[in-house]
T-cell receptor
Framework: DTGVSQDPRHKITKRGQNVTFRCDPISEHNRLYWYRQTLGQGPEFLTYFQNEAQLEKSRLLSDRFSAERPKGSFSTLEIQRTEQGDSAMYLC?????????????FGPGTRLTVT | GQNIDQPTEMTATEGAIVQINCTYQTSGFNGLFWYQQHAGEAPTFLSYNVLDGLEEKGRFSSFLSRSKGYSYLLLKELQMKDSASYLCAVSRSNDYKLSFGAGTTVTVRA
C-alpha cells in the first residue's frame, strides 16, 4: 500500500496526558497537511509543511499542539496536556509540490478520545 | 475567513440524479474541491474546479461560477455505494490548504 498512512488509528487517553501521532505521506509528495475533524463537521486545517518547513499554523493550533517534519518525510503531531475538547479525528494529507498540488490524498486518520 | 454552505442531508433513489449545491464567501479564492467521505473513512478526492464551467468525470460532474461564489456536484445514475458525505472545500492561495464545508450526507435508497 503506497497511500498515506497514520499511526495509531485509535488512541484513548486520560485528560492531561500527552499524545503523539505519526503520519507517513506518499513518498514523492513534499507537501503535508494536518486537519482535525469532529463528528458532523468537515475537516479543519491545522498546519502544513513544504518539505521540512512548517509554513502555516491555524489559530486552532494552541501552544499545546506542536507538529514536526524533521527530514521532510514523515510528520508527527503532539498534543500536550490533552483536554476533552481535543477529542476528534486527526487527518493527515499529502500532495505534490507541483501543478498537481491541489490533489490532496488523505490518510485514514487517528481517532483521539480524551476521557 | 471563509463561509462555506451546503445542505446537511439529501436523499435520492438508486438510478436517479442528485445535485449538491455549495456556496462560498472567501477572499483570494483559488479553487473549489469536492471530496467524498464514507462513514469512518478518509475523504477521497473527487474534483477540482478553478475556472468557471462544468467538469465531467464519469458519473460525477462539478460546476463552478466564481462570480456567484457557487458550485454544485452532480451525481448521476446513483448507486447504493454513493451513500456518503460529500464535502465542498475552497482554497485561497497557492498553498492549497483547504477550508471545508460541514458536508452533505447523501442517502441512496433502493
Amino acid at each position: 500500500d503506497t497511500g498515506v498512512s497514520q499511526d495509531p488509528r485509535h488512541k484513548i487517553t486520560k485528560r492531561g496526558q500527552n499524545v503523539t501521532f505519526r503520519c507517513d505521506p506518499i513518498s514523492e509528495h513534499n507537501r503535508l497537511y494536518w486537519y482535525r475533524q469532529t463528528l458532523g463537521q468537515g475537516p479543519e486545517f491545522l498546519t502544513y509543511f513544504q518539505n521540512e518547513a512548517q509554513l502555516e499554523k491555524s489559530r486552532l493550533l494552541s501552544d499545546r499542539f506542536s507538529a514536526e517534519r524533521p527530514k521532510g518525510s514523515f510528520s508527527t503531531l503532539e498534543i500536550q496536556r490533552t483536554e476533552q475538547g481535543d477529542s476528534a479525528m486527526y487527518l493527515c494529507a499529502s500532495s505534490l509540490g507541483t501543478d498537481r498540488a491541489y490533489e490532496q490524498y488523505f490518510g485514514p486518520g487517528t481517532r483521539l478520545t480524551v476521557t | 475567513g471563509q463561509n462555506i454552505d451546503q445542505p446537511t442531508e439529501m436523499t435520492a433513489t438508486e438510478g436517479a440524479i442528485v445535485q449538491i449545491n455549495c456556496t462560498y464567501q472567501t477572499s483570494g479564492f483559488n479553487g473549489l474541491f469536492w471530496y467524498q467521505q464514507h462513514a469512518g473513512e478518509a475523504p477521497t478526492f473527487l474534483s477540482y474546479n478553478v475556472l468557471d464551467g462544468l467538469e465531467e468525470k464519469g458519473r460525477f460532474s462539478s460546476f463552478l461560477s466564481r462570480s456567484k461564489g457557487y458550485s454544485y456536484l452532480l451525481l448521476k445514475e446513483l448507486q447504493m455505494k454513493d451513500s456518503a458525505s460529500y464535502l465542498c472545500a475552497v482554497s485561497r492561495s497557492n498553498d492549497y490548504k483547504l477550508s471545508f464545508g460541514a458536508g452533505t450526507t447523501v442517502t441512496v435508497r433502493a
